[in-house]
């Protein structure tokens, strides 16, 4: 149990190293805390449970390998969006962390390199990768933005949140839409769904008015407003 403690000044604490394999899920390398206490031997006696803790989190990580994922992709693409801006950035330090995004994707299914991924998860992985290196827009990415720019009634907040989802769930990405698409969402909501004409043309409407907030702010391109 002494192997995990660290003395640092005159108070020890206790470190326990994150496994490679799921170092994507804690976004760091260890996990560390202090003990408060400059005494050897009463900080090997309260770091017992704290040591289980961390060991705890690790097993349920290696059970769960995509906890958190979702929250370091969307802080990482506004990271390499922000540093695209900054002219002192340099380029090797946004290939870094273009590097360590596609490590942390790979990870989440237990390989280190592309060819090693199953069929199934290449297209979700290169998405994802699109996504978080600003190559692609998720479609509902920037809703939160276009949400607080319109300053409008819980209500229709709440429809256009509806609206917006909805279609997200149909096409994940802004720049696989196209009237193809919209006329595929609009077939489902009929057949599938069940809904009325009206009701079609409300979320279309909805929809359109969010398209063209996404030209205008550069998230899309202006030729399917009016589709």
């Known amino acids: 149990m002494s192997n ?31 003990l408060k206490t400059s005494d050897k031997s009463v900080a090997i006696a309260r ?24 929250d370091y992709l969307a ?10 801006k900054n002219p002192d950035i340099r380029p090797d330090a946004i290939d870094g962390m273009e590097e360590e995004a596609l490590e942390r ?10 060819e090693q991924l199953p069929k199934e998860a290449e297209a979700e ?5 699109k996504v978080v290196t600003g190559q692609r827009t998720l479609f509902d990415g920037p809703l939160n933005e276009y949400v607080s720019s319109r300053k409008v009634e819980p209500k ?13 769930s149909r096409v994940a990405t802004v720049e696989e ?16 769904e ?3 004409n009206r009701t079609i043309k409300d979320n279309l409407s909805t929809l359109r008015v969010y398209w063209n907030w996404l030209a205008d702010h550069n998230y899309a391109r202006e030729d399917l407003a009016n589709c």
């Open 156 to 168: 229709t907040e709440a429809k256009d949140r509806h609206a917006v989802s909805k279609f997200a």
């Open 177 to 192: 839409v196209d009237r193809q698409a919209v006329r595929e969402f609009v077939s489902w909501l009929s057949k599938d």
């Open 47 to 70: 770091s017992g449970p704290i040591i289980s803790q961390f060991k705890d989190a690790i097993e349920e990580a290696r059970g769960n390998p995509t906890q958190h994922l979702d």
């Open 105 to 114: 994707l790979l990870a989440a299914h237990a390989v280190q390199h592309p």
């Open 75 to 84: 802080y990482t693409q506004t990271q390499l969006r922000n540093a695209r």
């Open 4 to 34: 995990y403690l660290i003395k640092q000044g005159q108070k020890w604490s206790v470190k326990v190293t994150i496994p490679a394999d799921v170092k994507h899920v804690f976004g760091k390398q260890a996990f560390k805390r202090t």
């Open 125 to 129: 992985v290169a998405r994802a990768y």
């Open 194 to 196: 069940g809904l009325k």
